[in-house]
């Protein structure tokens, strides 16, 4: 394979690493997948407790037979971002990813573990900042992706601004749905590509199938931007829920789970993702990527990966031929 993506060492078959997404959207399975396939799985921390983290860690393994990679997504907004972060290093995963903030501490403690870790940033400044603390690597992400958002830019706007600023290879996130766009980001000087929104609409991702068949129905004008109680705006499906919290509609929060380090509690982010993960998807918050319309079908994560890889093969026959 032509390309160069390589954190540590990991370095997989394909340039392609599927998103941490949380609640339970990624976790052992959909990671196992990914990583059996040929790309870089994500296991995310979001929402589930420290042993059920270990426990996904242990059945990713076993899923894939110790081969592959597997890694961690940890959110630094979270309370218990230390505890998770430590407990995957101790489980020897084969990297950390974290985004919503940076942790100075996260990169001691992954070079103490020896365990690579990688900042999600939105802008060269903090890629640069980053790079110095000791990101093995960065995944820099544009408004076009699902979840919360650090910028209103284009991925490939600031992507080679991105590039330019450090030495330490750079992953392309938001928006990537196809081989085509995998092409023009290793163009622009990436080594690779982060998808989530693509492998939510899989066979093996640890969403409830009315949270998929929510992605297969999506029309272009179906995502919104809502600003969660984390403090970012966040992109997701309208639903009965977006409706609810436009123009600072309140939701009575029944129980309060202390999980961020500053909420604005208008209602909990938490226990909407929980909502959406347990299958309902009108009174939850169903996080996508902005081109969720064009997926049409559920697939197999190996069969998703194959298409993409061929056209990825398609469009630098067809920009040699130009």
């Known amino acids: 394979m032509d390309h160069t993506l390589q954190i540590g060492h990991v370095k997989p078959n394909f340039p392609i690493m599927q998103g941490g997404m949380g609640v339970g959207i990624s976790l052992s399975k959909l990671a196992a997948a990914v990583a059996n396939a040929g790309g870089i799985g994500t296991i995310s921390g979001t929402g589930i407790s420290v042993e059920e983290l270990r426990d996904h860690i242990k059945t990713a393994r076993k899923l894939t037979n110790g081969k592959g990679y597997i890694g961690v997504n940890v959110l630094f907004a979270m309370t218990d971002f230390a505890e998770k972060m430590k407990a995957a290093m101790e489980e020897k995963v084969d990297f ?17 573990y020896g365990v690579p870790v990688i900042s999600i940033v ?24 699902g979840g919360h958002l650090g910028t209103d830019r284009a991925l490939f706007d600031i992507l080679p601004e991105v590039v330019d600023a450090v030495k330490i290879p750079v ?31 899989s066979d093996e991702c640890d969403a409830p199938l009315a949270f998929k068949q929510m992605y297969v129905d999506a029309k272009k004008a179906d995502t919104r931007l809502v600003k969660t109680t984390v403090g ?59 081109r969720v319309h064009e997926i049409k079908n559920i697939s197999p994560v190996k069969d998703i990966i194959t298409r993409i890889m061929e056209e990825y093969q398609f469009s630098k026959k067809h920009a040699a031929n130009l």
């Open 96 to 112: 950390i990813i974290s985004g919503a903030g940076v942790s100075r501490d996260m990169y001691a403690w992954g070079r103490e």
């Open 171 to 201: 992953v392309a996130a938001g928006g990537i749905l196809n081989g085509e766009d995998i092409a023009k980001a290793l163009e622009l000087g990436a080594s690779g590509v982060q998808m989530g929104t693509r492998f939510v609409a």
């Open 232 to 290: 970012l705006e966040g992109r997701a499906i309208s639903n009965r829920f977006t409706e609810r919290i436009s123009d600072g509609g309140k939701i009575k929060i029944e129980k309060c789970y202390r999980c961020l380090k500053k909420c604005s509690f208008q209602f909990c982010t938490l226990d909407s993702l929980f909502k959406s993960m347990n299958g309902d998807v009108e009174d939850g918050l169903v996080f996508s990527g902005a």
């Open 122 to 145: 939105s802008t060269a400044r903090l890629a640069k900042i980053s790079e110095r603390l000791g990101a093995a690597a960065i995944v820099v992400e544009g408004h076009e992706a």
